[in-house]
């Protein structure tokens, strides 16, 4: 009896699209209901797991070409619909990464995401919203500056713009918490497959509208997050520029005395024009030689010119009694004999 021939091996099968965004999506909502610090190592890998997965499955969406922008939303199947959420997911997956050094990176990249997601929507039609007008891409020019105008003016805050703003933001998100009451009563059915297509039609769009409001206020924050992660980064830079300036600026050369002995060894050493010798050294020096100020002379001889000093004090004392002597006889003489006493030659 022959041998009945061995099954051939079976090959696994790839993941399907629709496996995958059901699976990165999950990972999402786990990721967002977990307790965890978000830098704890189970939650960033459901983190890496679930990019992953999204990342996949865009990649297979773009390879199946499921959109077009010659076609309508009314022309887009319904089991069809939850893939336009790729972009929105990635980008709130990419915010759920821990990683402090490359921040700025990983922000640049949710918005991408975010704006990629609006811009199909909009193209669809899907709901009524201006998109973002962000700096790298504005919508109208800047007005060119003056050539004499030296501090760009800044201009006066729009009361009515910003009451537009606010209002719009109000309205995004009750029209957000609609979204999610009427989607948290219907969800069970169309997870199950046991929806009708209309109700998973309405499901989908649900989502859409719902990611729609989400993403433009992320969209919101993530601009200011990104001035404020770049003028950090400015920071450090200035930082370190400064600090290498610091460190090529050659030393000064002393001009003044030194004040110890080290000091003295290493400056005066090759500058004849500097000091050798530290301040002690040239007071020591100047004292032993009675050069000093204070001193005058030496010691040694100021005991001798003191006696001198006395000696030579007294004879002019002496000097000064014989003098005002001699002028009292003087005077005596002169009142006892008239002018010309004693001078024979002129006699008559």
Known sequence: MAAEPSPAPVESESPKLAELLQSGW???EAVEASNEPSASAALQQQVKRGL????????????LDLFSRNEELEEIASADLKYLLLPALLGALTLKQANPSKRLEQVQSARIYF??????CKEYNIAKFELPKTKESPSEPPAEESANDTVPAVPPPDLVAMATHRQGKIERYAQRKEAETRLASIRETV????????????????QLR???NLSLDELESLEQEVEILKGREGMKQLALSSRGSRRAR???QPFILTRDAVQAKVFGAGYPSLATMTVDEWYDQHRLRGALPDQGIPRRAAGQNSAEEEEQTKEE????????????????????????YGNRKNMG
């Open 26 to 28: 999950r990972l999402l």
């Open 52 to 63: 992953a997965q999204l990342e996949q499955a865009t990649r297979m969406a773009s390879e």
């Open 115 to 120: 704006l990629d997601f609006l811009k199909r």
């Open 191 to 206: 997870e199950s497959g046991q929806a009708e297509e209309e109700q998973v039609r309405e499901y989908y769009l649900l």
């Open 210 to 212: 719902r990611w729609i």
């Open 250 to 252: 050659p030393p000064m």
């Open 317 to 340: 004392e002496e000097d000064d009694d014989e003098s005002v002597r001699k002028a009292r006889a003087w005077d005596d003489w002169k009142d006892e004999h008239r002018r010309g």
